[in-house]
């Protein structure tokens, strides 16, 4: 009988905190699992692959083994020029297949049979690679994911030799660097309130998330919500300055800056000399200079350029 009041206390709390996170996240999960997927859904898993967070299969979180989304203006397989241009998700073999390959049900309702069956997801393989296509939303039957591969004929690596790189993101990538760097502690993409809703833009639908891992809300917002800043600002030069030094653009802000993102060269292949670049921004900001130095352009495989990428596909 000793301490028994302690072993019933026990057995309530343990009892209470499961109760608790059941309500908090398990009973929630149901409710998301049944959305039907949005195209919104459907491209940020598709843009984003299996996880964009800390994973196993990329323990430092390099961005490794991401898909790239490419637009495409001719038929990789044929080079006949397509009706209209098409965005396209292309998995290199290697690469970590999108949850809907293999968790189908979570897109919902409709979206599921139909990716299943005429998109034909399910023959996608990591060791082969495969490319991707959102069909879009006609006649009253949902978008759906469409394993162009399999259906078409377009293997990864002929996809990626027939686009030039300005017609490639790396959003996968950069939504890894996004989650490591710690933006989602000062930036939320969830705008929660109607004032939020007059200058960040609308919020999300429940089926914007179905697939997606991690969902990035923030929890905090020490700068702007970044959900639609791709809509509000598209300048690739302006977000180029904002990474490398925030105060280029926003004298007085408290973000730090992202110039190691860069790496050692810039995209002409010209070794960055980050102690030079620095020295001459001090003069620019005492008054010695009119102007701050240029920015060096970052190179196509730098993980600057990945995170831009990630920044303005929030549209």
Same mark, same amino acid.
């Given at each position: 009988?000793?301490?028994?009041? !302690? *072993?019933?206390?026990?057995?309530?709390?343990? =009892?209470?905190?499961?109760?608790?996170?059941?309500? $908090?996240?398990?009973?929630?999960? =149901?409710?998301? +699992?049944?959305?039907?997927?949005?195209?919104?859904?459907?491209?940020?898993?598709? %843009?984003?692959?299996?996880?964009?967070?800390?994973?196993?299969?990329?323990?430092?979180?390099?961005?490794?083994? *991401?898909?790239?989304?490419?637009?495409?203006?001719?038929?990789?397989?044929?080079?006949?020029? #397509?009706?209209?241009?098409?965005? /396209?998700?292309? !998995?290199?073999?290697?690469?970590?297949?999108?949850?809907?390959?293999?968790?189908?049900?979570?897109?919902?309702?409709? %979206?599921?049979?139909?990716?299943?069956?005429?998109?034909?997801?399910?023959?996608?393989?990591?060791?082969?690679?495969? %490319?991707? %296509?959102?069909? /879009?939303? &006609?006649?009253? &039957?949902? @978008? !759906?994911?469409?394993? @162009? $591969?399999? $259906?078409?004929?377009?293997?990864?690596?002929?996809? #990626?030799?027939?686009?030039?790189?300005?017609?490639?993101?790396?959003?996968?990538?950069? *939504?890894?660097?996004?989650? +490591?760097?710690?933006?989602?502690?000062?930036?939320?993409?969830?705008?929660?309130?109607?004032?939020?809703?007059?200058? =960040?833009?609308?919020?999300?639908?429940?089926?914007?998330?179905?697939?997606?891992?991690?969902?990035?809300?923030?929890?905090?917002?020490?700068?702007?919500? #970044?959900l639609h800043v791709g809509s509000r600002n598209a300048s690739k030069e302006w977000m180029m300055l904002h990474f490398f030094?925030?105060?280029?653009?926003?004298p007085h802000s408290i973000m730090p800056r992202f110039d190691y993102l860069w790496g050692s060269v810039d995209a002409n292949?010209? *070794?960055?000399?980050?102690?030079?670049? +620095?020295?001459? !921004?001090?003069?620019?900001?005492?008054g010695k200079n009119p102007t701050p130095p240029d920015v060096p352009v970052p190179a196509k495989n730098s993980e600057a +350029?990945?995170?831009?990428? =990630?920044?303005?596909?929030?549209?």
């Amino acid at each position: 009988m000793a301490f028994r009041e !302690y *072993k019933v206390g026990a057995r309530m709390f343990g =009892f209470s905190l499961g109760t608790s996170m059941c309500i $908090t996240i398990l009973f929630p999960s =149901f409710d998301m +699992r049944s959305a039907v997927s949005t195209e919104v859904a459907l491209d940020k898993q598709l %843009v984003a692959g299996w996880d964009a967070g800390w994973n196993l299969s990329d323990p430092l979180m390099t961005g490794a083994n *991401k898909p790239v989304k490419v637009l495409l203006k001719n038929d990789p397989k044929t080079g006949q020029p #397509l009706e209209q241009p098409t965005s /396209a998700y292309v !998995y290199p073999p290697g690469a970590w297949m999108p949850n809907a390959v293999g968790h189908p049900n979570n897109l919902g309702a409709g %979206v599921e049979g139909l990716s299943v069956n005429q998109g034909r997801i399910g023959e996608a393989k990591k060791e082969g690679g495969a %490319v991707f %296509v959102i069909k /879009a939303a &006609q006649g009253g &039957q949902p @978008a !759906y994911i469409e394993n @162009a $591969t399999a $259906t078409k004929g377009w293997i990864p690596g002929d996809v #990626l030799k027939s686009v030039p790189d300005e017609d490639v993101a790396h959003i996968g990538a950069g *939504k890894t660097m996004f989650v +490591r760097e710690g933006c989602w502690w000062c930036h939320t993409l969830l705008p929660e309130q109607t004032q939020d809703w007059q200058v =960040f833009g609308a919020p999300p639908m429940l089926g914007d998330f179905n697939g997606e891992s991690p969902t990035a809300f923030g929890s905090d917002r020490k700068g702007p919500d #970044l959900l639609h800043v791709g809509s509000r600002n598209a300048s690739k030069e302006w977000m180029m300055l904002h990474f490398f030094n925030p105060r280029l653009v926003q004298p007085h802000s408290i973000m730090p800056r992202f110039d190691y993102l860069w790496g050692s060269v810039d995209a002409n292949g010209q *070794k960055i000399d980050y102690d030079k670049w +620095r020295a001459e !921004y001090t003069d620019y900001r005492e008054g010695k200079n009119p102007t701050p130095p240029d920015v060096p352009v970052p190179a196509k495989n730098s993980e600057a +350029r990945a995170l831009i990428d =990630f920044i303005l596909s929030l549209k």
